[in-house]
């Protein structure tokens, strides 16, 4: 008996009900050191501690059943589209700042075009590209004012912005 | 005739040049994002919200509105010619309605959409100004005790009407009961769940949750399958439906706003079921059910007159109770309230420019539409015809400068990162965003209500059961969830989202 198989009967309930469980599991956790209080006055660590115990219930309940109730697979999980897409936003919120818009919008484009099979390099999409980068800078920051630099602070001493506009 | 007095002071609103103008400029927008495939309304509307915030209370709230009926109208589009439905209510439209493009009927099928959601958009115009203002003075006698009950009748309907597994639809709630909570508490002036993060301080922004989850979580899902769109339809002609067409569609489009706007009041947000429920009520009782599968007419309008009620519909609980119904609704209150609007029943009293004025817009921008879509096909073919590895670094774009210029902060760009990749692996699983995000817009509100509730009873709950108001709230979302839990209907309601 012992050394029974345990088999996952629904992949879906069980990578679901972990999440929950985690997630509830340190929401208690942390929302631990917040001031409980009683029902007639709610501290700030009440209310948190009724929902994430609601999700722990629900992790359990989804765990125990992935164990006993036959259900679909995953599918494959598009690793590279996910990661590449991912980190072209990360990049683009970490270059925004520092090098501008215009690199950050460049990086952002490239890195996430990549996640295609459809990608490969043409003149007429680097066309598109520069007119999409022309049109954020004038539509965003200078026509809705959205307090974005053109060129971030690395770039500015060797292309100062003021010749841009 | 008070309502026409109303009415007639909301058409007054709305009709101003500027209020058109912004009314036009909504309905364009959110047609030219909305047709981009595998975008739905919400995604639409986060990503073209930041556009509305330099725009006086009335306008930007008008705007949004024609954005809303634009990116309704643009899935519908995108169904109907490419078969790739952005939400889950043009499912049923792209059924029929692709296949009667296929058969070099698009013109036809579009323009029958177009004509039965614009007829739905009206009778629900008079539906809303009918009750809205009943109903608000019912609600502003509620206390804390009753909206809370109205909270969870609303969480409960969302589980009901989620896709998949109940199980899930509860995971889900809770998880964004707990990230409403995020931030700093208003009673104590805690900080919770905010990890020393000052940028979390104010809570996690509305926009990036759901920016992240349908935009760049849907986007990722995308990239899996490739392109495999046929984009058959290269010119679409034939923009006005026979005599036939429009006798057939009469019926059913009466049937589907009937249910459309009964579904939609559900404070969970019924307008995909209506339409789902639309379809198969035609599929039973239309004499042409025979032609269902090869491109009926009546497929194409019942189903798309009950997704335009519904939609509409839930603007009711939205106007009257400041409950959102949908994320879409849950969209327009982060806007209101950035336009230092709180919505709730007292919105009619002291603004009643503003409620009748929006009201009015609805109708306003359901007839733009119709008059300005229908001739600009041509546009939104070559919209659509755009090969999508060239469309989503766009749409990348557009989403990571929309968070950005929410409040200026690269924090918010990482944000909508972690909630793309929650997005994409909770739809891996089958767990259903919508009602996270209800839950994740209501979980302040109700902790409030609550906390409020029990501070006049002294700590005893009891208090959300003697209340009579509350207590039938409440016995109503325990029946709902009782229904579900029954065998046969769960069997119905799965079928009802497996149709077709």
């Known amino acids: 008996m012992a050394d029974m198989p345990i088999k996952i009967s629904s992949p879906k309930d069980f990578w679901a009900g972990l999440i929950y469980l985690a997630i509830g599991a340190a929401a208690i956790w942390i929302g631990s050191h917040y001031r409980f209080g009683v029902a007639g006055r709610m501290g700030p660590g009440y209310f948190p501690f009724v929902l994430a115990g609601g999700l722990v219930a629900v992790g359990v309940v989804s765990f125990v059943r992935s164990f006993v109730i036959p259900g679909s697979r995953i599918g494959t999980i598009a690793w590279k589209p996910m990661l590449i897409v991912l980190s072209a936003n990360l990049l683009f919120g970490f270059l925004l700042p520092r090098a501008g818009l215009v690199v950050a919008l460049v990086a952002l484009t490239l890195v996430s075009a990549a996640a295609s099979r459809e990608f490969r390099f043409e003149w007429r999409a680097s066309l598109g590209l520069g007119v999409l980068v022309l049109f954020c800078a004038l539509v965003f920051v200078k026509g809705l004012g959205v307090p974005m630099p053109i060129v971030g602070s690395w770039l500015e001493p060797y292309v100062p912005a003021s010749w841009l506009f | ?500």
């Open chain 2, 1 to 500: 005739m008070d309502i026409l007095s109303n009415l007639w002071l909301g058409l007054s609103v709305a009709a101003t040049p500027l209020n058109l103008w912004w009314c036009l400029v909504g309905c364009f927008l959110g047609t030219a994002i909305g047709v981009l495939p595998g975008l739905g309304p919400a995604a639409t509307i986060a990503m073209l919200l930041p556009a509305t915030f330099g725009l006086p209370p009335v306008s930007s709230l008008i705007m949004l509105a024609g954005i809303f009926y634009g990116a309704q109208y643009g899935g519908s589009t995108t169904a109907i010619l490419v078969n790739l439905p952005g939400e889950t209510s043009s499912v049923v439209t792209a059924l029929e309605g692709h296949r009667m493009a296929r058969r070099g009927k698009a013109g036809r099928a579009l323009a029958v959409a177009a004509i039965a959601s614009f007829f739905a958009g009206t009778v629900c115009t008079f539906l809303i100004a009918l009750f809205a203002p009943p109903l608000a003075e019912v609600a502003i006698k509620f206390g804390p005790a009753e909206y809370f009950s109205l909270m969870v009748l609303g969480l409960v309907a969302s589980i009901v009407l989620a896709h998949g597994s109940i199980l899930h639809a509860f995971g889900m709630v809770f998880l964004g009961l707990l990230l409403g909570l995020v931030g700093t508490d208003v009673n104590s002036g805690t900080q919770r769940f905010s990890f020393g993060i000052s940028e979390l301080a104010d809570g996690i922004n509305f926009v990036i949750v759901a920016m992240g989850m349908f935009g760049i979580g849907e986007i990722i899902a995308n990239l899996e399958s490739g392109d495999t769109r046929d984009v058959m339809v290269k010119k679409v002609t034939g923009l006005w439906p026979t005599r036939e067409d429009f006798r057939r569609m009469i019926a059913p489009t009466l049937r589907g706003t009937a249910l459309g706007s009964i579904l939609g009041i559900l404070p969970g947000g019924g307008a995909a079921l209506a339409s789902f429920g639309a379809y198969a009520l035609e599929k039973k009782i239309s004499k042409y059910r025979h032609e269902f599968g090869t491109g009926a007419v009546e497929g194409v309008a019942a189903p798309e007159s009950a997704n335009n009620a519904g939609a509409q519909m839930s603007f009711i609980p939205m106007l009257t109770l400041g409950i959102p119904a949908n994320p879409v609704m849950a969209l327009m209150i982060g806007a209101m309230v950035i336009q230092g609007i709180q919505p709730g029943p007292s919105v009619l009293t002291d603004q009643p420019a503003l409620f009748w004025g929006v009201i009015a817009s609805m109708w306003i921008g359901n007839l733009m539409l119709v008059v300005l879509n229908l001739p600009l096909i041509g546009i939104w073919v070559k919209m659509i015809s755009v090969p999508y590895h060239l469309l989503y670094p766009m749409i990348l774009v557009f989403c990571a400068i929309g968070v950005y210029s929410l409040s200026n902060a690269a924090f918010d760009v990482y944000l909508m990162v972690l909630f793309g990749g929650l997005g994409y692996v909770f739809k891996k699983l089958d767990c259903e965003p919508a009602p996270m995000l209800l839950g994740f817009i209501l979980g302040p509100m109700m902790e409030e209500f609550l906390r409020r509730a029990l501070l006049l009873s002294k700590g005893d709950p009891g208090v959300l059961v003697t209340q009579p108001i509350s207590a039938v709230l409440l016995v109503l979302a325990f029946c709902l969830l009782l229904l579900v839990l029954v065998p046969s209907f769960g069997r119905t309601r799965e079928q009802a989202f497996e149709e077709g």
